[in-house]
């Protein structure tokens, strides 16, 4: 007598809260580390700081904030299944990022110089290689997020670890986190909420995670040795930059 096999609907999850409201979540966490982390400094370092910061820093923050906002209302939209307009939105978001990104590296460079010139901070310079590594990272994953925008599995994992890896500036104003060197484990670890979210929902971590937190350690590692070790050459690039 055949034993009969029973097949579960592909579509039996163990958590489906989980897989259906992460990404939505995540959004909402994203903003609350954002508020959080730099509400420890806006009134001292922006609002009422002495001497006043360079007017850019003003439209970085408004422009950087605003990719949070952006990010909800995306996440929302996918939630509530206006996946049309989510796509439509999508290209005004590829805007904000080509913004974002020559923004980012703009104001890292006069700020940058603008600690060294009033503050006197001998790293000045060569922390630039923390800013710049943010960058880089953010702009290489919104655009392989784009890239497989048809492909949502890879598209919503892209945007997210674009998303998180720009939370460093936040995570370094987090009372005893220990300094910028240490907010790389925050960024991480919000990346690494997604690797558990996949291994609990799909009992496997997916691809873009295997390849994307082994570079993005090693990259961190890296871009932290050149700015707490100063090598000669770095030092050379930085003060050609920044002046």
């Keep these: 007598m055949a034993t009969e096999q029973v097949v579960l609907p592909k579509k039996a999850r163990r958590f489906p809260l989980l897989e259906k409201y992460f990404y939505f979540g995540m959004s909402l966490l994203v903003a609350v580390a954002v508020v959080y982390g730099f509400s420890q400094t806006v009134n001292q370092n922006l609002i009422h700081a002495t001497p006043p910061r360079p007017w850019v820093l003003w439209v970085h923050g408004s422009v950087f904030s605003g990719w949070v906002v952006f990010f909800i209302f995306q996440s929302a939209l996918v939630r509530t299944h206006n996946v049309k307009l989510h796509r439509t939105m999508g290209w005004f978001g590829a805007g904000l990022a080509s913004v974002m990104t020559v923004l980012g590296i703009s104001t890292a460079i006069v700020m940058d ?81 997604g690797v558990v979210r996949d291994l609990l929902v799909n009992r496997k971590i997916h691809a873009v995670y295997r390849y994307a937190l082994p570079a993005l350690a090693v990259l961190q590692t890296f871009m932290v040795h050149l700015w707490l070790w100063h090598p000669a050459w770095w030092v050379k690039i930085t003060h050609a930059l920044i002046g």
């Design 113 to 193: 110089g603008f600690n060294y010139v009033h503050f006197h901070y001998p790293d000045s310079e060569t922390f630039f290689a923390i800013q710049l590594l943010d960058m880089i990272s953010f702009t290489t994953f919104f655009w392989l997020a784009v890239y497989w925008r048809k492909k949502p599995e890879f598209h919503r994992r892209s945007i997210l670890i674009a998303t998180c890896v720009l939370l460093a500036a936040a995570f370094a104003r987090f009372p005893h986190m220990g300094g910028p060197e240490w907010a790389y484990f925050g960024v991480d670890g919000m990346i690494l909420l």
